[in-house]
Protein backbone atom coordinates (compact mmCIF):
# COMPACT_ATOMS: atom_id res chain seq x y z
CA UNK A 1 0.00 0.00 0.00
CA UNK A 2 1.01 3.26 -0.95
CA UNK A 3 1.73 6.12 2.05
CA UNK A 4 -0.87 8.43 2.85
CA UNK A 5 0.10 11.93 1.68
CA UNK A 6 -3.13 13.87 2.85
CA UNK A 7 -4.05 14.75 6.50
CA UNK A 8 -5.31 12.14 8.03
CA UNK A 9 -8.74 11.91 9.09
CA UNK A 10 -11.27 12.91 10.69
CA UNK A 11 -11.57 16.75 9.17
CA UNK A 12 -13.44 19.16 10.95
CA UNK A 13 -14.87 22.42 9.97
CA UNK A 14 -14.20 25.60 11.92
CA UNK A 15 -15.72 29.08 11.73
CA UNK A 16 -17.85 27.94 9.00
CA UNK A 17 -16.29 27.67 5.89
CA UNK A 18 -12.33 26.66 7.31
CA UNK A 19 -11.21 22.97 6.94
CA UNK A 20 -8.68 21.73 9.67
CA UNK A 21 -7.20 18.69 11.23
CA UNK A 22 -9.26 16.55 13.96
CA UNK A 23 -7.22 18.57 16.85
CA UNK A 24 -8.57 21.38 15.48
CA UNK A 25 -5.18 23.09 15.45
CA UNK A 26 -4.33 22.61 12.15
CA UNK A 27 -5.94 24.39 8.95
CA UNK A 28 -5.96 22.31 5.88
CA UNK A 29 -8.10 24.82 3.75
CA UNK A 30 -10.11 27.24 3.61
CA UNK A 31 -13.44 27.59 1.40
CA UNK A 32 -13.35 31.66 1.85
CA UNK A 33 -15.60 33.57 3.68
CA UNK A 34 -17.49 36.61 2.55
CA UNK A 35 -15.40 37.33 -0.69
CA UNK A 36 -17.34 38.27 -3.09
CA UNK A 37 -16.92 40.65 -6.24
CA UNK A 38 -20.53 40.52 -7.15
CA UNK A 39 -21.44 42.27 -4.26
CA UNK A 40 -23.31 38.89 -2.80
CA UNK A 41 -21.52 38.66 0.17
CA UNK A 42 -24.34 36.37 2.46
CA UNK A 43 -24.64 34.34 -0.25
CA UNK A 44 -20.98 33.53 -0.90
CA UNK A 45 -20.52 33.01 3.00
CA UNK A 46 -23.51 30.69 2.94
CA UNK A 47 -22.00 28.94 0.24
CA UNK A 48 -18.55 28.88 1.00
CA UNK A 49 -19.95 27.18 5.00
CA UNK A 50 -21.65 24.63 2.37
CA UNK A 51 -18.59 23.76 0.64
CA UNK A 52 -16.64 23.23 3.63
CA UNK A 53 -18.97 20.81 5.11
CA UNK A 54 -19.25 18.88 2.01
CA UNK A 55 -15.39 18.47 1.55
CA UNK A 56 -15.27 17.29 5.18
CA UNK A 57 -18.12 14.65 4.93
CA UNK A 58 -16.91 13.40 1.84
CA UNK A 59 -13.41 12.82 2.89
CA UNK A 60 -14.77 11.53 6.41
CA UNK A 61 -16.82 9.00 4.24
CA UNK A 62 -13.78 8.28 2.18
CA UNK A 63 -11.60 7.35 5.20
CA UNK A 64 -9.59 4.17 5.00
CA UNK A 65 -10.67 3.75 0.97
CA UNK A 66 -7.06 3.61 -0.87
CA UNK A 67 -8.45 4.97 -4.44
CA UNK A 68 -11.59 7.24 -3.71
CA UNK A 69 -12.68 7.94 -7.10
CA UNK A 70 -11.72 3.85 -7.90
CA UNK A 71 -14.41 2.87 -5.61
CA UNK A 72 -16.96 5.73 -6.60
CA UNK A 73 -16.45 4.20 -9.89
CA UNK A 74 -16.76 0.63 -9.05
CA UNK A 75 -19.85 1.46 -6.52
CA UNK A 76 -21.75 2.91 -9.57
CA UNK A 77 -21.27 0.08 -12.08
CA UNK A 78 -22.60 -2.05 -8.96
CA UNK A 79 -25.75 -0.57 -8.79
CA UNK A 80 -25.72 0.08 -12.62
CA UNK A 81 -25.61 -3.97 -12.92
CA UNK A 82 -27.89 -4.92 -9.81
CA UNK A 83 -31.23 -2.22 -11.24
CA UNK A 84 -30.13 -3.60 -14.89
CA UNK A 85 -30.33 -7.27 -13.54
CA UNK A 86 -33.75 -6.25 -12.01
CA UNK A 87 -35.52 -4.99 -14.83
CA UNK A 88 -34.25 -8.24 -17.11
CA UNK A 89 -35.37 -11.34 -16.77
CA UNK A 90 -33.35 -12.40 -13.54
CA UNK A 91 -30.98 -14.36 -16.25
CA UNK A 92 -28.20 -16.21 -14.61
CA UNK A 93 -26.15 -13.61 -16.89
CA UNK A 94 -27.34 -10.51 -15.17
CA UNK A 95 -26.88 -12.18 -11.94
CA UNK A 96 -23.10 -13.09 -13.19
CA UNK A 97 -22.77 -9.39 -13.84
CA UNK A 98 -23.64 -8.23 -10.32
CA UNK A 99 -21.52 -10.77 -8.87
CA UNK A 100 -18.19 -9.29 -10.87
CA UNK A 101 -19.22 -5.76 -10.12
CA UNK A 102 -19.63 -6.74 -6.47
CA UNK A 103 -16.43 -8.23 -6.93
CA UNK A 104 -14.85 -4.91 -8.43
CA UNK A 105 -16.31 -2.82 -5.64
CA UNK A 106 -15.05 -4.90 -3.21
CA UNK A 107 -11.50 -4.87 -4.62
CA UNK A 108 -11.93 -1.01 -4.62
CA UNK A 109 -12.61 -0.79 -1.27
CA UNK A 110 -9.00 -2.90 -0.60
CA UNK A 111 -7.05 -0.73 -3.09
CA UNK A 112 -6.63 -3.35 -5.49
CA UNK A 113 -7.55 -3.97 -8.98
CA UNK A 114 -10.69 -6.87 -10.40
Known amino acids: MTEQKHTPEPWIVRYGFNVFD??????????????SNGGDGQRVHNENEANAARIVATVNAMAGVPNPAAFVAAARNALASFNAWGEDDGSDDGYDKVCKAMAALAAALRGGGE
Not at 22 to 35: E, L, P
Open 22 to 35: KSGDRAIGSCGGYQ
